[in-house]
């Protein structure tokens, strides 16, 4: 595509105006007037009326450009607002003779504003969702939306989203619409005043009591009352916000409730068995069951429990770093309940997440005392895909103090309260706006200059919906979600009459800068094949230094803990990019995957190897703190742990968060266990063809989590990025 460059020098000459001139757009900000974007939307309505455009075609559009800048520049003095603009150039079309090129500019407005419309059209919206409309049923891989919660979910949020289109800027709404950016959760927020993820503070609950319902909850006295606790914290948390939630250090939590168990069963034992040493084996043995038990439980309430949204709460849990006895047999049972599955079959549980801390003197080397629960973290993760591993000291390098992520990846930062004392757990997230990169390297068109100048443009459009987030969240009382802000969920314990803003401001919580696309806007400048060129790196490094430096001005400014994001974009890594599609069309190594790459990842049709996957990635989390997590592809790795243990040693002081992507479906209709072929009816055994989700367990990463495309389909881009994945596992 050619590019103007510039407004005509000699009618910038007869009238100065013109440059300084701004664009009132219909959301009603004001920005610097640009006939590059007149350009080229004339460009494109020539391109669907001619296909491949001559230079001809270019210097007839020019001149069309420079006409309309002229009659701009002989009428407006100062401002012009957008539809006079839109006027003038449909007017100078038919004047010249464009018939039909004015005919598909003036389609494209009108479309435009249609599809603004629409979105917040509710009867339009719940049509939609009835006649099963795939992007609406299908938007989360752990929703089911056969079941009457799922749907009454979807039909609520089709009204919460349109409720809160309305709600926001007029400028952030348009931008969020146009693809622009994307704001996060709008079926839930702004017209609920909701908190998104956190890390709840058991601690506090659990030792204190706590309140649920009408019933008034005290310590628990057992490792069974305990977890029975914390799973319906959970469910309870998990309907009172609308992110995931982690339990931090869950061997560290428990084990004191473990030996509380132990000393019964040793009292217990002191009156019926003779031997202090028999009696010790005894309430070992018998605590060691509850243990085990105590943490099958918990894994399966998680996984049967349903929230007020329709899906299992998306739930991590850290462990790995305690090491009494009581600390290691929990590490163990949770892992062996993972390895044993869910049921007869044996199915690999979806949730919670688990995290396993690898620490040098602690668990990662074969001297250190718990290297034995590394190993049989190492042969889960070859059987069921988790646990996922936190290295220690990465994790205290790049965000200031140690904790597991909340839920996926959203990551707290380092911070102390008036008494200087270290806090994690108890905190929050307040929200995700996502930038979408690769439409602004799209608009520049290889002009790095335009790239710069547009992104800024972005970012003061990010900035105004954080800033929003924040101040909507405030709004909340103590009262809308008690079990959060008044019984122990975020630390604190406020009164109904509290303001909730003393547990977000002083940079207690956080609220983030997504971004998606990293890949693809490198690839718009540098080709398709730039791993290794230098230049491009660094060019992503300074997008990526860029959007820091502006969430570290915005933290100074208004006291929360602005974060950059590498967005999980399980939905929105096929959104952007079919709207991007749709405005610019097939463009290599950009929209013409039908999916955008999350975050920083290496582009996944690519096959590095792990260690030079890891080699690449590993610099980018030092700009984005806030969330991130790095993955390496696999083949069949049941019988070669070790292989796995390498990757995860390798890794240690590299990166700080790594996931294991590697095939373990399981067909029980002839036992094979591998890696099932994707195909458009789902997932297939490669031995037998059977798609049965009923005989098949397939399960693939969405993003952070694991989910079951079988059981609930991926459509669009998700779909085809798992897909090659799979491909590239191969």
Not at 498 to 510: G, H, S
Request: glycine share 6%; proline share 4%.
């Amino acid at each position: 595509m050619m590019n103007t460059k510039r407004k005509s020098e000699q009618i910038i000459s007869l009238y100065p105006s013109l440059a300084s001139m701004k664009i009132i757009k219909r959301d009603g900000r004001s920005v610097d007037f640009d006939d590059q974007k007149i350009y080229d939307a004339l460009v494109k309505a020539k391109q669907q009326i001619s296909g491949d455009l001559s230079p001809l075609d270019h210097e007839q559009i020019l001149k069309v450009v420079e006409k309309v800048d002229l009659e701009i520049a002989t009428r407006f003095t100062e401002n012009i607002k957008i539809y006079e603009i839109q006027n003038i150039v449909e007017h100078i079309l038919l004047e010249n003779g464009e018939y039909a090129l004015a005919e598909h500019y003036i389609h494209y407005r009108t479309r435009r504003d249609f599809e603004r419309s629409k979105a917040t059209d509710i009867n339009f919206t719940i049509e939609k969702l009835m006649s099963k409309d795939q992007q609406i049923i299908n938007e989360n891989a752990n929703k089911d939306s056969d079941v009457f919660n799922t749907q009454r979910d979807l039909t609520a949020g089709i009204v919460g989203k349109s409720i809160g289109l309305k709600m926001l800027p007029p400028h952030v709404a348009n931008a969020h619409q146009k693809g622009d950016i994307h704001y996060h959760d709008l079926d839930y927020h702004p017209y609920a005043p909701m908190t998104n993820c956190c890390l709840i503070d058991f601690n506090s609950m659990l030792n204190n009591g706590f309140k649920i319902g009408n019933a008034d909850v005290e310590s628990p006295k057992s490792i069974q009352t305990a977890t029975a606790q914390i799973s319906q914290i959970i469910a309870n948390v998990a309907s009172s916000q609308y992110g995931g939630c982690s339990a931090d250090r869950i061997d560290e939590l428990l084990a004191p409730f473990a030996k509380l168990n132990f000393e019964k069963h040793l009292a217990d034992a002191k009156e019926w068995i003779d031997g202090a040493e028999r009696q010790e084996d005894y309430a070992y043995k018998q605590t060691r069951k509850n243990i085990y038990d105590a943490m099958q439980s918990l894994e399966y309430e998680i996984n049967t429990l349903f929230t007020s949204n329709g899906q299992t709460p998306f739930t991590s849990l850290g462990f790995g770093l305690g090491t009494n006895w009581f600390e290691r047999e929990i590490q163990r049972a949770i892992l062996q309940n993972r390895i044993k599955g869910l049921g007869k079959e044996g199915r690999t549980a979806i949730f919670p997440k688990l995290i396993f801390s690898m620490k040098r003197g602690v668990n990662a080397n074969p001297t250190d005392p718990n290297y034995d629960i590394k190993q049989l973290a190492l042969e889960c993760a070859t059987k069921r895909m988790y646990p996922d591993v936190l290295n220690y000291d990465k994790i205290v390098e790049l965000t200031g103090s140690f904790k597991v992520p909340m839920g996926c990846r959203s990551f707290l930062q380092g911070w102390k309260d008036e008494n200087d004392q270290e806090v994690n757990v108890g905190r929050m997230n307040l929200g995700v706006v996502t930038l979408n990169l690769p439409r602004v390297a799209l608009e520049a068109n290889g002009n790095a200059d335009r790239f710069w100048s547009l992104l800024e443009e972005r970012l003061s459009i990010v900035k105004d919906a954080l800033i929003y987030r924040i101040n909507r969240c405030k709004e909340a009382s103590p009262a809308n979600a008690p079990i959060l802000y008044m019984y122990g969920a975020f630390g604190e314990r406020l009164k109904r009459n509290e303001e909730v803003d003393q547990l977000f401001n002083k940079r207690r919580a956080t609220v983030s800068l997504g971004y998606i696309g990293l890949y693809e806007v490198a690839a718009s400048f540098f080709g398709g094949e730039w791993e290794k060129n230098t230049d491009a790196k660094e060019f992503t490094f300074t997008i990526l230094k860029t959007l820091k430096a502006h969430v570290d001005d915005w933290s100074d400014e208004y006291g929360y803990h602005f974060s950059v994001y590498s967005t999980p974009s399980e939905s929105l890594t096929d959104r952007f990019c079919r709207l991007d599609t749709e405005k610019f069309g097939i463009v290599e190594n950009i929209t013409d995957k039908d999916y955008y790459t999350n975050s920083f990842h290496y582009d996944v049709r690519k096959n590095p190897t792990p260690f030079e996957k890891l080699d690449f990635e590993k610099d980018y989390p030092k700009y984005c703190s806030g969330g991130f997590i790095h993955y390496c592809e696999y083949p069949v790795l049941q019988q070669n742990p070790k292989a796995l243990e390498a990757v995860w040693d390798y890794s240690y002081d590299r990166v700080g968060y790594l996931g294991t992507n590697t095939p373990i479906d399981h067909c029980y209709e002839c036992g094979y266990e591998g890696d099932f072929n994707p195909t458009e009816r789902g997932f297939q055994c490669p031995q037998c063809g059977n798609n049965d989700p009923k005989t098949c367990d397939v399960v693939k990463r969405t993003c952070g989590y694991l989910g079951n495309p079988q059981a609930r389909p991926m459509v669009h881009g998700r779909h085809k990025e798992i897909s090659a994945r799979v491909k590239h596992m191969k």
